[in-house]
């Protein structure tokens, strides 16, 4: 079945400095969701992400779309302490069976 | 706010008892899922309803079943439950927008 893998597993980093979470599938995507989960919260949507190589920005956040459409990666630039938590991609094969990823978490160290 | 209320938000219970949890929703979503969550695993799909009476099964459904009589409640039950099904359980939805899902708050349940 689809997997969905992310690396790494945990990142920290100093205040200031740039983080990028990667997500790679098993097979080919539809479609991808990037969401935050904030420590003892849950999940929150934070972009989706639909063509070959399509990139999008959030501020500090750039999401990227990988051109075969199996990986994804998600870059911060000059993390804050807000930026603390888990971040989940969400591979999609076009039902609506969504499958996340298996996480990076984010320390933040001020 | 998607109107997503799941409960009991925590519960206890012994190993072999039954336990049923219940998410509710106010905003008339088709589609309704249940995630369960453990350290070292992210979330993990048991199972998802595109409608009422209208389910299928998900990445980790064995000792899980789920039922949807109405379009505003989706049910998750453990016939039986066992340790291995300590873990916090979410539900969600799929709002208007593409491929949005939206969380209840979760619900802890430990297996004694």
């Known amino acids: 079945g689809q997997q969905v893998m992310q690396i790494p597993q945990y990142q920290h980093v100093q205040e200031g400095e740039d983080f990028t979470t990667y997500c790679n599938s098993s097979t080919t995507l539809s479609n991808i969701q990037w969401y935050k989960q904030r420590p003892g919260g849950h999940p929150v949507f934070l972009i989706q992400?639909?063509?070959?190589?399509e990139v999008k920005k959030q501020k500090r956040l750039t999401f990227q779309f990988g051109e075969a459409k199996k990986n994804s990666s998600l870059h911060i630039t000059a993390t804050q302490t807000t930026d603390v938590g888990t971040y989940f991609c969400?591979?999609?094969?076009?039902?609506?069976?969504?499958?996340f990823g298996t996480g990076t978490r984010l320390k933040v160290l001020a | 706010d998607a109107g997503i209320t799941q409960s009991p938000r925590h519960k206890v219970t012994e190993t072999g008892t039954p336990v049923t949890l219940r998410c509710h929703q106010t905003?008339?979503?088709?589609?309704m899922y249940w995630y369960r969550q453990d350290p070292g695993h992210g979330l993990r799909l048991i199972h998802y309803s595109y409608g009422v009476k209208d389910t299928d099964k998900g990445e980790v459904s064995d000792g899980y079943s789920v039922s949807r009589s109405k379009t505003e409640d989706f049910l998750l039950t453990l016939e039986s439950a066992t340790s291995s099904q300590t873990s916090v359980y979410f539900c969600a939805i799929l709002g208007q927008g593409p491929g949005e899902l939206f969380f209840g708050e979760g619900s802890r349940l430990t297996v004694l």
């Open positions: 905003e008339n979503h088709r589609y």
């Open positions: 969400v591979g999609n094969s076009g039902t609506y069976k969504y499958i």
């Open positions: 992400l639909v063509k070959s190589g």
